[in-house]
Protein backbone atom coordinates (compact mmCIF):
# COMPACT_ATOMS: atom_id res chain seq x y z
CA UNK A 1 0.00 0.00 0.00
CA UNK A 2 0.79 3.40 -0.77
CA UNK A 3 0.18 6.54 1.19
CA UNK A 4 0.48 9.70 -0.12
CA UNK A 5 0.07 11.46 3.27
CA UNK A 6 -2.17 14.31 1.79
CA UNK A 7 -6.15 14.36 1.49
CA UNK A 8 -6.23 10.21 2.84
CA UNK A 9 -4.92 8.97 -0.68
CA UNK A 10 -4.11 5.34 -0.31
CA UNK A 11 -3.14 3.46 -3.40
CA UNK A 12 -3.27 -0.57 -3.32
CA UNK A 13 -1.42 -2.70 -5.93
CA UNK A 14 -2.11 -6.10 -6.57
CA UNK A 15 0.57 -8.41 -7.39
CA UNK A 16 -1.81 -11.22 -9.26
CA UNK A 17 -3.35 -9.40 -12.21
CA UNK A 18 -1.97 -5.96 -11.82
CA UNK A 19 -4.99 -4.24 -10.44
CA UNK A 20 -4.88 -1.55 -8.30
CA UNK A 21 -7.48 0.65 -6.24
CA UNK A 22 -7.22 4.36 -4.97
CA UNK A 23 -9.42 5.77 -1.57
CA UNK A 24 -8.96 9.12 -0.75
CA UNK A 25 -10.90 11.47 1.82
CA UNK A 26 -11.67 13.82 -0.95
CA UNK A 27 -15.14 13.18 -1.39
CA UNK A 28 -18.25 14.86 0.53
CA UNK A 29 -21.24 12.93 1.47
CA UNK A 30 -23.52 11.70 -1.29
CA UNK A 31 -26.13 13.91 -1.31
CA UNK A 32 -27.19 15.70 -4.83
CA UNK A 33 -25.63 19.07 -3.88
CA UNK A 34 -22.61 17.19 -4.07
CA UNK A 35 -22.63 15.09 -6.99
CA UNK A 36 -20.59 17.49 -9.82
CA UNK A 37 -17.80 17.89 -6.42
CA UNK A 38 -17.55 14.21 -6.16
CA UNK A 39 -17.52 13.62 -10.22
CA UNK A 40 -14.68 15.86 -10.31
CA UNK A 41 -13.02 14.03 -7.64
CA UNK A 42 -13.16 10.75 -9.10
CA UNK A 43 -11.56 12.20 -12.34
CA UNK A 44 -8.68 13.61 -10.03
CA UNK A 45 -8.54 9.82 -8.13
CA UNK A 46 -8.71 7.97 -11.57
CA UNK A 47 -5.49 10.34 -12.87
CA UNK A 48 -3.68 9.88 -9.76
CA UNK A 49 -4.06 5.88 -10.42
CA UNK A 50 -3.41 6.21 -13.91
CA UNK A 51 -0.08 7.93 -13.47
CA UNK A 52 0.90 5.58 -11.04
CA UNK A 53 0.11 2.34 -12.90
CA UNK A 54 2.30 3.77 -15.71
CA UNK A 55 5.11 4.30 -13.37
CA UNK A 56 5.00 7.97 -12.10
CA UNK A 57 6.25 8.33 -8.86
CA UNK A 58 2.94 9.77 -7.45
CA UNK A 59 4.51 10.07 -3.83
CA UNK A 60 6.78 12.87 -5.28
CA UNK A 61 6.30 16.34 -3.49
CA UNK A 62 5.72 18.09 -6.90
CA UNK A 63 2.94 15.79 -7.73
CA UNK A 64 1.71 16.18 -4.19
CA UNK A 65 1.68 20.08 -4.73
CA UNK A 66 -0.17 19.17 -8.32
CA UNK A 67 -2.80 17.10 -6.67
CA UNK A 68 -3.47 19.81 -3.86
CA UNK A 69 -3.56 22.51 -6.45
CA UNK A 70 -6.57 20.59 -8.67
CA UNK A 71 -8.44 19.95 -4.95
CA UNK A 72 -7.98 23.63 -4.69
CA UNK A 73 -9.38 24.58 -8.01
CA UNK A 74 -12.56 21.98 -7.79
CA UNK A 75 -13.20 23.11 -4.72
CA UNK A 76 -13.38 26.68 -5.80
CA UNK A 77 -15.47 25.67 -8.80
CA UNK A 78 -17.99 23.46 -6.71
CA UNK A 79 -17.38 24.20 -3.23
Avoid: P, R, W
Avoid at 2 to 30: H, P, R, W
Avoid at 56 to 64: A, E, L, N, P, Q
Amino acid sequence: MLKLGVFGIEINSSVVGGVATIYSQMKEDCKTENELFNSAIDGVESMILAHHSSGIDVSSSIYIEGIETAYEAICNKFG
